[in-house]
């Protein structure tokens, strides 16, 4: 396979947030403020993303606006010329802020709602007032005449508001909708009992997706995302592990997903001992599952491997143990079954209370 440069790169720059969704993708054991790099680190990285062929720079966490050096970044990011969009759940934003981000150079703002209605969202990310402050950076986003994309992370504790989430998301004049249903990897795996919406669930709000998408073409573009545990074929996930994105952690890791942390025996690169050229081409943990060399059947020999890539590495590690194994989401995996079953028992037991993300919870 050829290797062609990434065109998009993660950084997750820090994994302090005010918020403790149950779903995060970060890992269990977080990495604490004394271990997050260096802004000149950070610029650096960002400036060989750049010469590598990089075109979009996606500043993410926990909450990337936690970082005092943020504006900074992003004026960096906007100097070597990367498309820069901040992934924040917007409570740490005001109106000053903003407008220092989208005067450094900031293209686009991501953000997350826990649901439409104020109660629910503040209970499930754990924070009083935060659905207020999203509401008001949103107008605010938008009043200013910047990009707006929401993303709405849905589980079988708010699944039934998605047409509440799509009316919000046209009231808010955002472009984009990503309607996300949470994926089982770090804190979410944990919480999967809690989180894990039932078929029919699933199955209503997807035809309201696709319902929506016709209704509103031209006016609201709709991602969306499903819980591959009912699906038939998994996601193509990552587009292909080690094929078009990098993720950078706080303490300066390389992934080639951002949840790899969770495949025990991968051996990370760090962005202060290797550059990022040599990391993308070189690092054993980019290499484990790029292409299809590493693949078992029926991945090896089947028609689809260039279209999902062989599924999720990480969901194969969760459930089997071993990463290069068959994603059970996949239909022709042996595990296929079990995944299903485990799936409808747990979306129709009763939920269990969460456990929260915190710092020094795992
Ligand atoms: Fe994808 Fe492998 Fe399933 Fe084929 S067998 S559809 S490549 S996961
Ligand atoms: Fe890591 Fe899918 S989440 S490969």
């Known amino acids: ?47 060989q993303a750049a010469e590598l062929g990089v075109l979009h720079i996606h500043f993410s966490g926990g909450e990337p606006t936690a970082r005092p050096d943020i504006l900074e970044l992003v004026s960096h990011a906007r100097e070597v010329g990367l498309y820069s969009n901040l992934i924040t759940s917007g409570v740490l934003m005001n109106e000053g802020r903003l407008d220092a981000l989208l005067e450094a150079g900031l293209d686009h703002v991501q953000l997350s709602f826990q649901d439409c209605e104020a109660e629910n969202a503040d209970r499930i990310g754990g924070h009083k007032g935060g659905h207020a402050k999203k509401l008001d950076l949103a107008r605010e986003v938008r009043a200013r005449g910047a990009a707006l994309t929401v993303n709405a992370v849905v589980h079988r504790q708010n699944i039934e508001n998605v047409p509440k989430f799509i009316d919000l998301a046209v009231e808010l004049d955002a472009g984009r909708l990503e309607v996300a249903h949470v994926q089982y990897y770090g804190w979410a795996l944990k919480n999967r009992a809690a989180l894990i919406p039932s078929r029919e669930a699933l199955m209503k709000a997807t035809e309201e997706v696709a319902e929506a998408r016709e209704r509103l073409k031209g006016q609201l573009v709709i991602d969306y995302v499903i819980p591959d545990y009912y699906a038939r074929y998994p996601k193509p996930c990552m587009s292909g592990w080690g094929r078009v994105g990098i993720c950078v952690t706080p303490s300066g ?10 495949i025990t025996g991968l051996e990370f690169d760090n962005v202060a001992d290797k550059t990022l050229a040599d990391i993308w081409e070189t690092s054993s943990a980019f290499q484990a599952y790029r292409g299809f060399d590493w693949m078992e059947e029926p991945c090896r020999s089947c028609e689809r491997r260039e279209i999902d890539w062989g599924g999720c590495r990480c969901q194969a590690f969760a459930f089997t143990g071993r990463a290069e194994a068959t994603d059970p989401a996949c239909s022709k995996s042996p595990m296929h079954g079990e995944l299903v079953e485990l799936a409808m028992e747990e979306s129709t037991a009763p ?10 919870a795992a």
């Open 253 to 262: 890791k390389a992934l080639p997903c951002h949840a790899a942390e969770t």
């Open 351 to 360: 939920p269990p209370e969460f456990a929260y993300r915190r710092i020094g």
């Open 1 to 47: 396979m050829t290797l062609h440069p990434p065109h998009s790169l993660l950084a997750e720059l820090t994994h302090r947030c005010p918020l403790q969704c149950p779903y995060c993708s970060n890992p269990l054991e977080l990495t604490k403020k004394s271990g997050e790099i260096s802004t000149d680190t950070w610029k650096s990285v960002l400036s």
